[in-house]
């Protein structure tokens, strides 16, 4: 495994509340990303960072926002949950660095969120 | 637009079948391609890259995959399947124009024992 860690690995929410998801990793990699795991989507990325209080958006980030505070942790929130965001999230990071090392991406185990 | 696409969803074979899964990318570049594998339950695991060089590239548990620059494709293949290769296999492309890293639609593959 990459020493990336997601918390929760489960989440059971109802519509409207405010959702935080957690990625660690222990590599001090410089870039992490948030995928969702969608049936017939493949992931599609959500927001990503290249470092610590740097991040952008990705494909599908409407309704979700990011913090990266430090290297270690990327966090994702869901400001208030609806039901299109029932999914499973993926965290991943890449190296730092300007070689083509950066451009492998490493997964966290994913939380699967049912937003009822 | 950058996108991946796999041309089958639901790939069933039978254990000893070989396998071919297909993998097309739109132009945007230069690119790196990526094969993952996810087995039920788990998280997605790095099978083979390709950066440059010969364009077959071996990768693990006896899984090849081969870059045709002029297909714009990426098809991964093995000669004889296993039940333990039950997974979704997701074939991404990372574009150098832009940084990002595209996936597929994943290709679900049940091997019968």
């Known amino acids: 495994d990459a020493g990336i860690t997601q918390s929760p690995r489960h989440k059971v929410t109802e519509t409207g509340t405010p959702v935080t998801l957690r990625c660690h990793q222990t590599?001090?990699?410089?870039?992490m990303y948030w995928y969702r795991q969608d049936p017939g989507h493949g992931l599609r990325l959500i927001h990503y960072?290249?470092?610590?209080?740097?991040?952008d958006k990705g494909e599908v980030s409407d309704g979700y926002s990011v913090s990266r505070s430090k290297t270690e942790d990327f966090l994702l929130t869901l400001e208030s949950a609806t039901s299109s965001q029932t999914s499973v999230y993926f965290c991943?990071?890449?190296?730092?660095?300007?070689?083509?090392?950066?451009?492998?991406?490493?997964f966290g185990a994913g939380t699967r969120l049912s937003v009822l | 637009a950058q996108s991946v696409s796999q041309h089958n969803h639901h790939v069933i074979l039978s254990e000893a079948a070989s396998l071919e899964l297909g993998c097309n990318y739109s132009y945007g570049g230069t690119v790196n391609l990526f094969w993952y594998v996810q087995y039920p339950g788990q998280h997605l695991q790095l099978l083979l890259k390709?950066?440059?060089?010969?364009?077959l590239v071996k990768g693990i548990k006896g899984f090849e995959a081969e870059f045709i620059k002029s297909k714009f494709s990426f098809n991964l293949r093995k000669p004889s399947v296993q039940w333990s290769d039950t997974a979704e296999y997701f074939c991404a492309v990372f574009y150098n124009q832009g940084g990002k890293l595209i996936f597929g639609q994943g290709t679900e593959l049940s091997v019968k024992p």
């Open positions: 991943a990071i890449s190296e730092s660095g300007t070689g083509i090392a950066k451009n492998i991406q490493y």
């Open positions: 590599e001090n990699h410089r870039y």
């Open positions: 960072s290249y470092g610590v209080k740097d991040t």
């Open positions: 390709y950066f440059s060089g010969d364009p």
